[in-house]
């Protein structure tokens, strides 16, 4: 949806139409063994509001529309790829898999929460880096 949608993009670009074996082959869940020795990070919100999902939040600047499509929009991107990212901290636990992970209670798919975390993160990325 958001790559079509909003990004006006072709989801079949890059694994072929949904069902082509490609899909499988790249699904993290699904290779999650493949995974085992290389630092993860994982995060997600719930879709609920947080912070920053007020009029006076950093991207809302005061601007109900804003708010809106960033709790409204935002609120059901984040609560499906939160739950996505759930059942894959799950299967990586399942498997002995170590991975930092940050399921947060609350937050909305954003830029200013993925800013957010991106510098909460860059501790793993860089030890990963060296």
Not at 16 to 41: F, K, Q, S, T
Not at 98 to 119: F, G, I, K, M, N
């Amino acid at each position: 949806m958001v790559v079509e949608d909003r990004g006006r993009g072709d989801v079949t670009n890059m694994w072929g139409p949904v069902g082509d074996p490609a899909w499988a082959a790249h699904d993290p869940y699904l290779n999650a063994e493949r995974l085992r020795g290389i630092e993860l990070y994982i995060s997600s919100g719930t879709g609920l509001p947080g912070y920053d999902d007020t009029l006076d939040g950093r991207e809302v600047a005061g601007d109900p529309l804003v708010l809106v499509r960033q709790a409204g929009t935002g609120g059901v991107i984040e609560a499906a790829t939160g739950e996505c990212t759930r059942r894959f901290a799950a299967r990586l636990d399942e498997l002995g898999i170590p991975a930092h992970v940050e399921l947060r209670p609350t937050w909305t798919h954003s830029w200013t929460y993925w800013q957010d975390d991106l510098h909460r993160s860059w501790p793993v990325f860089d030890q990963a880096l060296r």
